[in-house]
């Protein structure tokens, strides 16, 4: 059985988890959905910071493969380029001429090529691809990759980054026609790029210790030096999920592994002329490293508050508990207060009943005792007079017959006796009680009914207690009929309430209805003066309580009354 001590506490604990429950649910909630928020707001705007400088940097790509398309074009329409073809065509007598014009032509080339700084070489060719000037040392070009054809139908045109053979390392040529005045082509001009320019490029803008762009082809090879692992151009595939989703034609940015099995937060974007995937990169850790230190910040805030919270809740629950134990301290010694007086009370009432029904019979005693004595005493007493002296003996006799009677009903429902449970059958102690109260009701003119429910389940109780108060209420039922009557015994089950009820109505005097509240306390009888001492439902009541049942009476004058016993189906811890 759990101690006074052990409700408190855990009286103490349920106020501390309800307390934790209201307080924490929507700070964690709050929290939470804060947190999100702000996580991915900064999720989107760093995820679109990366796509922009992937975006812009594609359009600067492209943009500068314009700019060196239209380089090519504006040499190739240079009068000093068409001067030195018509020369070829119409050359002077002077070779010194024609070989003045050579070298003008090539030192313009050379100072195009250090001005741009974007050039490996530039060089000319004729309309079958023979070398005619250079400001490099190429002896042949046609054999590296099919431009050539291309040009000569009329279009400005650029390889994609190959390895050169000529030159031993990867480059591109971006080639135009050499038109006259006709409009006809005489040769072709191409510029060999520098892809060292295209690397500046990329790497112009810092993306943080760890952030990188570079180029890769439609077949996944780096096009640009990487950051990290230099060397892989033309050399190295990779596959990412990156790579694969640009390589498909499409731009945007996502998490993924790169190159190097590290986590990054990755934008890509597609130039279609160039069939290029241009990668923006950089490590996830130092990508969200603002989203990890709000993280960080929220964490520690959270901690921080739950642990005032737990303390603050721990607190206030041992304070409520402590002033509602001093409560309860107060309240259970005003309730003592309150038992003692009214125990006091109930003794003064029980003892003021027991003096008002004994001190009738002792004062019919005293009055026999003087009569008797006065009767003796006389000089000459009569034989009539010792027949009046037995008289009142015997009167006396009835008196203190009924003055034990007073007192054994009193020391009934004062000190009830122990209860002795057992399994018992309701029916059996009902069809012995009918059987010992037949003779004295067919005396009286009374017909006994009996309704009692077969297979009724047995209850844990004392059979003794039982039959006597049952026998109490039959004996007040039948002296309610004294011209004759009848008395209806019955019992159930009520499956509902898992209780065993037994019935018993009479069709006497009855009870008036403002007697029936004070029916059952001490010394109350509607019996006339005399016949009753007013404790044999008082002691019913208490039997019947002390087994945990009720009894409910229903009474209407001059019809009868009817009293219900409920009894619960089992009891195994009654005396405990």
Same mark, same amino acid.
């Given at each position: ?54 975006? &812009? ?14 380089? #090519? ?96 390392? =990867? ?130 805030? &959270? ?42 009370? #109930? ?13 009738? =019979? ?82 009286? &003119? ?131």
């Amino acid at each position: 059985m759990r101690t006074e001590k052990d409700r408190y506490r855990a009286l103490e604990k349920s106020f501390i988890i309800l307390f934790l429950f209201l307080s924490l649910t929507p700070l964690l909630t709050i929290s939470l959905v804060s947190y999100y928020s702000f996580r991915n707001s900064l999720h989107n705007i760093i995820s679109t910071h990366l796509f922009e400088i992937a975006k &812009n940097k594609g359009i600067a790509i492209q943009k500068w493969l314009f700019e060196r398309h239209a380089d #090519a074009e504006v040499f190739a329409r240079s009068s000093e380029v068409i001067k030195f073809f018509n020369d070829i065509k119409n050359p002077y007598p002077n070779i010194d001429i024609n070989q003045k014009n050579y070298v003008n032509l090539k030192a313009h080339l050379q100072f195009v090529k250090n001005k741009y700084g974007c050039y490996n070489e530039i060089f000319i060719l004729n309309r079958k691809g023979q070398m005619l000037i250079t400001t490099g040392k190429t002896k042949d070009i046609i054999g590296e990759i099919n431009y050539f054809h291309e040009v000569l139908n009329g279009k400005t045109f650029n390889t994609n980054v190959y390895s050169s053979p000529s030159i031993n390392k =990867p480059t591109m040529i971006v080639a135009t026609p050499i038109r006259n005045f006709k409009n006809e082509i005489m040769g072709v001009l191409a510029e060999r790029i520098k892809l060292e320019s295209i690397h500046k490029l990329m790497q112009d803008i810092e993306i943080g210790k760890t952030g990188e762009s570079y180029l890769v082809n439609k077949d996944g090879f780096f096009l640009t030096e990487s950051k990290f692992e230099p060397g892989y151009i033309l050399k190295k595939k990779i596959s990412t999920k990156g790579t694969q989703e640009c390589k498909k034609g499409r731009s945007g940015v996502g998490e993924y592994v790169d190159y190097r099995n590290k986590i990054v937060l990755g934008a890509y974007y597609w130039i279609p002329n160039m069939e290029w995937c241009l990668m923006v990169e950089q490590d996830r850790s130092e990508a969200f490293k603002t989203i990890y230190h709000l993280r960080n910040i929220f964490l520690l805030i &959270n901690f921080i508050t739950i642990v005032a919270i737990i303390n603050f809740t721990i607190f206030v629950s041992k304070r409520i508990v402590k002033m509602l134990r001093r409560h309860d301290q107060e309240i259970k010694k005003q309730q003592e207060k309150l038992i003692r007086s009214e125990k006091l009370a #109930a003794v003064g009432q029980l003892a003021a009943g027991v003096a008002h029904e004994i001190n009738n =019979p002792l004062s019919g005693i005293s009055n026999c005792l003087k009569l008797i004595s006065t009767k003796i005493n006389k000089s000459n007493p009569k034989p009539k007079d010792y027949i009046d002296s037995i008289k009142y003996l015997k009167a006396s006799e009835q008196e203190l017959n009924r003055c034990i009677k007073i007192v054994r009903d009193f020391l009934a429902f004062s000190r009830p006796p122990k209860i002795n449970p057992a399994l018992m059958d309701v029916n059996t102690v009902i069809q012995e009680l009918i059987a010992l109260i037949e003779p004295q009701a067919s005396i009286q &003119n009374i017909i006994i009914f009996k309704e009692l429910e077969h297979n009724l389940p047995q209850i844990f109780a004392d059979a003794h207690q039982i039959h006597q108060a049952l026998m109490n209420i039959i004996l007040n039922s039948m002296e309610a009929m004294p011209k004759g009557g009848e008395l209806k015994i019955f019992s159930k089950y009520n499956q509902k309430r898992n209780t065993i009820e037994i019935g018993i109505v009479d069709t006497g005097y009855g009870i008036p209805q403002e007697n029936l509240p004070y029916l059952f306390d001490p010394f109350f009888s509607s019996k006339p003066q005399g016949k009753g001492t007013g404790l044999g439902l008082s002691v019913v009541y208490g039997i019947i309580d002390e087994h945990d049942g009720s009894i409910e009476v229903q009474s209407e004058v001059n019809k009868g009354t009817t009293f219900i016993i409920k009894l619960p189906l089992k009891r195994e811890n009654i005396n405990e």
